[in-house]
């Protein structure tokens, strides 16, 4: 590794930091600012308790103090504190959790499009104008347009309560292949389009025509060259991605009754659990961030031309 992978990746990392503690602060502001608090939904609570519940988790204070201890805590713990609707657990246990979840259902579908995706947008390429890229493009195209909460709504409907193929509970036995198809639906689509496209500009390169004339096989010039550089922009898009769908689709969760952390962070923000709220936020900024700089660096692995400026 020279030095400017180094210097680059040093900038990346420093940038992170900056943009998660960005996160952290204007979040942390911005929940205080909403009208209302975590109690006022509890039933006939008089001032005293009000204020003793406010005491007990540091509420009563001023909100840069507050900020500050929490900014402390978090950096030197790594401790988001107490959950004040989920008595007795600790923020870190329930996005834990939750992220077993998530990330079971969210790498699963992630996988699943990247591959069905890739072998079908080769596909779409390789056989450029004819019927089977025509259906390839239409389906894609649909599957691009129509959103999560529509898609999860139809296979609910379809395979659990019609046909009773699957469970419609995402706790239940099996009850997570809905949820994935579901989430792995756009991606796919959106992965197929990526590779076509791309693998479409790289057969018309002249290093391609150049193989072809020297006798190269068809399998060597397609799977040793065309489909690997083809590869960048769909790895571009799967870094995010994948940090997005690991952190699973609040609505798909929702509809599905998965126990993810999506879930938890929904409600959290109805139930206004500011520590939950935070911590969520913290953990899915931080993924974001961290597969957005792996992303980069695997542009440099698939293809050694791209320099590190």
């Known amino acids: ?46 001032p005293a308790a009000m204020q003793a519940l406010e005491a007990k988790y540091g509420l009563d204070k001023p909100v840069g103090e507050q900020y500050v201890t929490y900014l402390k805590d978090v950096v030197t713990k790594f401790d988001f504190g107490p959950s004040l609707k989920q008595r007795g657990r600790d923020v870190i246990d329930v996005i834990f959790d939750g992220m077993k979840v998530s990330a079971k259902l969210g790498l699963t579908a992630a996988f699943s499009a990247l591959i069905a995706g890739t072998i079908l947008g080769s596909v779409a390429a390789l056989n450029r104008n004819k019927f089977i890229d025509r259906v390839i493009m239409v389906i894609t195209t649909a599957f691009v347009s ?61 290093y391609i025509r150049t193989a072809k004339a020297k006798g190269v096989s068809k399998f060597k010039i397609i799977f040793g060259h065309a489909l690997k550089n083809s590869l960048i922009p769909v790895i571009t898009y799967f870094g995010p991605m994948l940090a997005y769908i690991v952190t699973g689709s609040l609505v798909v969760e929702k509809i599905f009754a998965v126990p993810g952390i999506g879930r938890a962070f929904v409600n959290s923000i109805t139930g206004r659990d500011y520590p939950l709220i935070m911590g969520t936020t913290i953990v899915l900024a931080t993924l974001i961030v961290v597969m957005n700089l792996v992303s980069d660096i695997l542009y440099k692995v698939v293809d050694p031309r791209i320099t590190f400026e």
Not at 151 to 176: H, T
């Open 146 to 206: 129509m959103p999560s909460f529509i898609m999860g709504s139809l296979l609910l409907l379809g395979f659990a309560v019609k046909l009773q193929w699957f469970p419609a509970n995402g706790a239940a036995q099996g009850g997570l292949i809905l949820p994935v198809i579901t989430l792995a639906l756009y991606p796919m689509a959106y992965i197929t389009r990526l590779t076509r496209s791309s693998m479409l500009d790289v057969l018309g390169q002249d």
């Open 1 to 46: 590794m020279n030095t400017k992978t180094l210097v680059y990746i040093l900038k990346r990392v420093l940038l992170a930091l900056l943009t998660v503690w960005v996160v952290i602060t204007v979040t942390f502001f911005v929940t205080r600012l909403v009208p209302g608090g975590p109690f006022m939904g509890e039933k006939a609570i008089s």
